[in-house]
């Protein structure tokens, strides 16, 4: 593909931002990619395995120029570095960022972007349990979703070149509205990943199970629930934080859905959770036909 940004700065050098420089120089989307990130040990490693072309000192370096910067830090974090960069963004210049909450973003970013500068929230429907400038692959957002979040009166060739940055990036892409945004994420990834970790929690607490036989008996079930609860514990603490409405929504709606199914067990009505069950596999089939997983066995997983 052409070249869609001259220089493209990735504020935070993780996951997500390796993966989006690899994805870039892949297709050869960039100019020049510039980084920073606040530790000094990333900004070494980055530099070493010369994940991006140019591993700034300080995040007003590395956006000067840039005609798109992309906020990949943590989102509770993402206001301070927008207060940070602002005075040094070229005028014409997008902000973008790829945070999993939307509305406090936009909340917290909007009021430091310059008149001038487009500021067009996304993000991608794309990870994994890892972390670090060592954990990004190019490959990471090929068939995944992007979601693209404008804000009011965003300009509409902006938005069009971001779209187009994905799209080359391997992603497919949607636009939606933040509040809309905040409520599926909810119930899509956040809502589960909250289970995730009490599940993993629970586990931990029984005095009954000895740590060794949680390790050495996972079955497939709680073995997901750990690869889960692995992920970040800055990055999901501010998630939580930062989409609380919409969680405590579908975690209300969890805790009906809960207690109906301990019902319906306690006084043995199969009926109810056959139809149930039956009910939610169809969801795992849609999933698989929508092309977003694998029905391999075991998710693919080598056998040893």
Known sequence: ??????????????????SMALAMRRSGLAG??????????????????GLVDRVCDSAAEAVKGADLVVLCVPVGAMGNVAAEIGPYLQTGATVSDVGSVKRAVIDAVGPHIPDGVHFIPAHPLAGTEKSGPTSGFAELFDGRWCLIVPVEGAD???????????????????????????LVLAVTSHAPHLIAYTMVGVADDLSRVTDTEVVNYSAAGFRDFTRIAASDPTMWRDVFLNNKDA?????????????????????????????YFTRTRAIRRGIIEAGQDTDVADFGRVKK
């Open 1 to 18: 593909m052409a070249q869609i940004y001259d220089r493209v700065a990735l504020i935070g050098l993780g996951l997500i931002a390796g």
């Open 247 to 275: 969680t405590l929504e579908i975690l209300g709606r969890f805790t009906e859905e809960l207690f109906a199914l301990q019902r319906a067990i306690r006084t043995g009505d199969g009926d109810h959770l056959f139809d």
């Open 156 to 182: 509409v060739a902006a938005i069009q070149r971001l779209r187009d940055l994905w799209v080359g990036m391997g992603a497919q892409v949607d636009e939606m509205e933040a509040d809309h945004h905040d």
């Open 32 to 49: 020049e990619i510039t980084g920073y990130a606040r530790s000094a040990e990333t900004r070494k490693v980055a530099a070493e395995i």
